[in-house]
């Protein structure tokens, strides 16, 4: 078993200059991670802009995501996640996720029915989204092979069995636009930046008892 050993602070070299972060941000943070009882004390000056900080009591009093603008929205726990997208989806805004699991945008239900779009526009579209067609609605995706031209003159949104809310929120979004909102926990999105982050504090009860105080501090601290 390895022994543990306390690293050589001379030899520790730490970035003392943030580039990313505004005063505004950089206060709270240092709040948070000064709350943690074992930590190498180190200068992470802010950037000189202030920036802003704006607190709400429910994800859906904020405002939706501005156009062209990169925004990042961050939860502890997947299980605030359903929150959020329902945010997005109300609010009409095109995003994606990271984590493995599609957003809505970005599901099989997006894909099927923008195969549909590019076999009415163009007449072809990539395998990728003719797999998506066939597992979404496999009696329309035989019929176009069987060359039904005629249902290709419909609405493809009325061709497809879209399930609620996904159905409402794939009608209103443009399903050809570029995503700039992306939902992250925090873990997955360290690293990322965005014009606009959009912090969840909200933690499960279960999550606090088995990381403890000083784990969720760093946590909160990422973010």
């Known amino acids: 078993m390895r022994a543990y050993h306390e690293p050589d602070a001379s030899n520790v070299r730490v970035l003392e200059q943030s580039w990313r972060i505004p005063k505004s941000v950089h206060r709270i943070a240092e709040g948070v991670i000064n709350r943690v009882e074992k930590r190498w004390a180190k200068t992470y000056l802010p950037r000189e802009s202030e920036g802003a900080v704006e607190g709400y009591g429910d994800i859906g009093l904020v405002p939706p995501p501005r156009p062209n603008e990169s925004t990042l929205v961050l939860y502890r726990n997947h299980q605030f996640r359903r929150a ?11 995003f994606i996720a990271t984590g493995g699991t599609w957003s809505p945008f970005e599901g099989r239900w997006a894909t099927a029915l923008r195969a549909v779009f590019d076999l009415k526009g163009a007449g072809e579209t990539s395998t990728g989204r003719i797999a998506s067609l066939g597992k979404c609605a496999p009696d329309r995706l035989a019929r176009i ?62 999550t606090w008892e088995d990381s403890g105080g000083d784990a969720e501090h760093r946590t909160f601290y990422v973010g």
């Open 84 to 94: 959020v997208e329902n945010w997005l989806m109300d609010s009409s805004v095109p």
């Open 145 to 206: 092979k069987a060359g039904d031209k005629e249902g290709l003159r419909h609405d493809p949104h009325d061709l497809i069995p879209v399930p609620e809310p996904i159905a409402s929120y794939l009608r209103r979004v443009d399903l050809n636009a570029r995503p700039e909102v992306t939902i992250s926990t925090i873990h997955a999105a360290k690293g990322a930046e965005a014009d606009r982050v959009v912090l969840l504090t909200g933690q499960g009860e279960r």
